[in-house]
């Protein structure tokens, strides 16, 4: 069965100039100098800010004692008075995340709550745990459920994966919104892409899909959820929705990549087979050389995982091409997941878990009573207070941890070597 196309609509973030740390002299024990703004500590380690798009990590104890004294007034400096956004209950330490077998929907996130029908707005709106659907034409409380599922159980696969994920509802949201269409020319006419199957978009937070996509086949007066219907790329667009407060902190192949990650876990009946993902990784190289002829080469190592978003959007000009770029992706998300060091993903889970203070940074933000927003997505705020960073190379804050300071052609390398390992050819440059 041909997959569906669903969009993923990146919103611009309006945000004001931001405030920029001085650069200034670093000198190690040789006596050997670099200009570069203080970004940070990780763990042992200074991370030195070159240039915009360009931290590296510096063992503190090869800096000048100078150097060292000032890292630690710099830590020492007391905190905004922002409130704090308390950690999830629920997120484990990275020493105690681990990577599950069968992640199963609980039984009590897809019972359905009916909160509104009406014949005469054509309306119909009704919740789950964690989701709100608004739909066009009434439907079965099983019919529901079975659409419930997939978004259910992709919430509990998310939160599952040691990557280390809060699924929260957008700021205002009790529930993440998905708006359900009866025909392509309802959605269509609600604003989505005509060559397209559904279409998440980061600035209204809402997931549009027509029944058609959802696998809803209508027999008389009554609608039936088609159980062959694939659900792995509505999955994909899911894992967007879920992990929204993440998107303006990871480079787009990350945003692309872990989604293709989750689509291609086997999965039946709200159970995904998250233990199954060496043969999912291996089934789907399988299917791109013998029916799209693809090549499983990632192309220039640096120059996909720096790509920005025009770079991003240039290079998707055609379906062929975005195609590819999604493989590449997938094949890199998968590496630094199960290949990559100790092959327990630890690098990437430590970047995972980096984003996430940025997300944490966000909310404190916001949470903020000095904060206002206004229309159009902009606010405003006082000048001793310092906004989030989300615009264009903010995303590759992080690489530094990812790569631990090795060359690209290292990686490369070491890339092939780890494919090689489960029996796969792989090129990189």
Not at 10 to 34: H, I, K, N, Y
Not at 96 to 106: A, F, I, K
Not at 222 to 237: A, I, M, Q
Not at 320 to 342: A, E, I, K, P
Request: negative net charge; hydrophobic residues 35%.
């Amino acid at each position: 069965m041909q997959k569906i196309v669903i969009c993923l609509y990146l919103a611009s973030f309006c945000l004001p100039a931001l405030a920029q740390t001085a650069q200034r002299a670093w000198t190690d024990e040789t006596g050997r100098q670099v200009q570069a703004e203080y970004a940070g500590m990780q763990g042992d380690s200074v991370l030195l800010r070159l240039a915009p798009d360009k931290t590296v990590p510096f063992p503190l104890a090869r800096l000048s004692p100078a150097d060292q004294d000032y890292v630690k007034a710099q830590s020492a400096v007391p905190a905004t008075a922002a409130p704090t956004i308390s950690s999830d209950p629920a997120r484990k330490p990275i020493e105690e995340r681990t990577w599950p077998g069968n992640v199963e929907v609980p039984a009590r996130s897809i019972e359905i709550k009916a909160i509104h029908e009406s014949v005469a707005e054509r309306t119909y709106v009704y919740q789950s745990e964690a989701f709100e659907f608004t739909s066009q034409a009434k439907l079965a409380g099983s019919v529901m459920k079975e659409v419930a599922r997939t978004f259910e159980a992709t919430r509990s696969l998310v939160e599952a994966l040691p990557w280390g994920i809060v699924c929260r509802p957008p700021d205002g949201m009790p529930r993440f919104k998905a708006a359900l269409y009866e025909s392509r020319q309802d959605y269509i006419d609600a604003g989505g892409p005509e060559n397209s199957g559904g279409v998440y978009n980061t600035g209204d937070k809402i997931f549009k899909i027509p029944f058609p996509s959802l696998g809803m086949e209508k027999r008389g007066q009554t609608y039936f959820k088609n159980d062959s219907y694939s659900n792995s790329t509505l999955v994909h667009e899911i894992t967007h929705q879920l992990m929204d407060e993440y998107l303006g902190f990871l480079p787009t192949w990350i945003i692309e990549g872990t989604a293709e990650y989750t689509e291609m876990l086997p999965y039946k009946s709200g159970t995904f087979r998250a233990d199954a993902h060496k043969s999912g990784i291996k089934d789907d190289i399988s299917i791109w050389e013998k029916q799209e002829g693809f090549q499983v080469d990632i192309g220039n190592l640096e120059t996909h995982m720096t790509m920005t978003r025009d770079q991003w959007n240039e290079a998707c000009s055609t379906p062929d091409r975005m195609r590819d770029m999604y493989h590449r992706s997938q094949l890199l998300v998968y590496y630094f997941s199960h290949l990559d060091g100790d092959k327990k993903g630890t690098r990437f889970i430590r970047f995972m878990d980096a984003v996430h203070g940025e997300v944490a940074a966000m909310r404190a933000f916001f949470a903020d009573p000095r904060v206002k927003r206004m229309e159009g997505g902009r606010f405003s705020y006082p000048s001793d207070l310092t906004p989030p960073n989300m615009r264009g190379t903010a995303v590759f804050k992080h690489l530094p941890i990812l790569l631990e300071e090795r060359p690209y052609a290292k990686i490369a390398s070491e890339i092939i070597e780890g494919y090689k390992s489960i029996g796969v050819k792989i090129q990189v440059q």
